[in-house]
């Protein structure tokens, strides 16, 4: 199994239709995005505000259905 | 508010970004990576990175304690309240010195029967001056608790007890100076008639001058009705910093 790891994420942050949330792998010291890291299984676990679960499902992203789903 | 989860299941060259759709909103509260390497040349750090829709970064969720290797995978999980404890961090570890004494001997200084120190070339107790001695200069934490209660049933009209440290130095230049600036002396009580216990505490701040070195530190206490006395005291000294603050005031 891969390392697992923790970093922490800024707390009740509300987001809105336009906003973009990237996760990628960056250079230490220049804070470039670095090339040759894939990423996979990204799950975003978030909280509606406005709008419905299906509004969600953007591209590959994908909702994932609980067991009352 | 309603949780929802959303994935995505491919494997994407970073970054994977996710773009809200116009009639969300929402309040972000986790996400879950994993991270393959496929050659990147050097460590790299597992980031969100959050910007609104005008394309300005909000934030970058990132911790340069949380690094992977070149060529080592990841699971990372990002989220708020994280704390990682600090790493190579140096533990505090003060030179001290304690001691338990006995107090009943009428006017006389306090004798330990009990001593101990982390750093004997600091601290030294003198048994036969009944002395603490501190060897080098700087500030320094010193307290004592002392219980006095009277024997009998009824203590002696006007009994008196008190308790003292006294600090003294040698050699010239400028004196120990206590930063806190209250007197040595911390207590007399008189009692009439009754059966009394007594609880004191003392507590100093002391700036000693490395040129003053030793300072002698001793303790007196006192009881007017002599043998009638029950009391002990412990005691403790702390280096909290190797400077003398000599004009504190």
Redesign the interface.
């Known amino acids: 199994m891969a390392q697992p790891l923790t970093v922490s994420l800024p707390p009740n942050l509300e987001l809105w239709g336009g906003c973009t949330i990237q996760v990628t792998a960056l250079d230490p010291t220049t804070g470039d995005h670095v090339s040759d890291v894939d990423v996979s299984n990204v799950t975003l676990e978030v909280a509606l505000v406005e709008g419905s679960a299906d509004d969600l499902v953007v591209g590959p992203f994908m909702l994932v259905t609980g067991p009352e789903g | 508010?309603?949780?929802?989860?959303?994935?995505?299941?491919?494997?994407?060259?970073?970054?994977?970004?996710?773009?809200?759709?116009?009639?969300?909103?929402?309040?972000?509260?986790?996400?879950?990576?994993?991270?393959?390497?496929?050659?990147?040349?050097?460590?790299?750090?597992?980031?969100?990175?959050?910007?609104?829709?005008?394309?300005h970064v909000?934030?970058?969720?990132?911790?340069?304690g949380?690094?992977?290797a070149a060529g080592?995978?990841?699971?990372?999980?990002?989220?708020?309240?994280?704390?990682?404890a600090a790493g190579g961090g140096a533990t505090l570890d003060l030179p001290w010195a304690a001691g338990e004494a006995d107090l009943r001997s009428n006017s006389t200084r306090a004798a330990y029967f009990k001593t101990a120190t982390t750093d004997s070339n600091l601290f030294s107790y003198d048994s036969f001056n009944k002395q603490w001695l501190i060897f080098e200069g700087g500030t320094y934490l010193y307290f004592t608790h002392a219980v006095f209660q009277d024997a009998v049933a009824t203590t002696p009209a006007a009994t008196r007890f008190s308790f003292a440290s006294a600090f003294a130095n040698v050699g010239g230049g400028h004196p120990f100076m206590e930063l806190l600036n209250h007197p040595l002396q911390v207590g007399v009580l008189e009692f009439s008639g009754t059966s009394a216990r007594w609880d004191l505490n003392e507590s100093e701040i002391i700036s000693l001058d490395p040129t003053q070195t030793p300072m002698r530190i001793s303790t007196t206490a006192a009881c007017s009705s002599g043998a009638n006395l029950l009391a002990g005291m412990t005691m403790g000294i702390v280096r909290i910093s190797t400077s003398a603050l000599l004009n504190p005031f």
């Open positions: 508010m309603v949780d929802s989860q959303i994935l995505n299941p491919s494997v994407e060259a970073a970054p994977s970004t996710y773009v809200l759709p116009d009639a969300v909103r929402f309040v972000l509260k986790a996400v879950n990576a994993d991270y393959t390497d496929n050659g990147a040349a050097d460590a790299w750090l597992p980031a969100v990175v959050i910007a609104s829709d005008s394309g909000v934030s970058y969720a990132v911790d340069q949380v690094s992977v080592d995978d990841a699971a990372v999980s990002f989220f708020p309240g994280i704390k990682h």
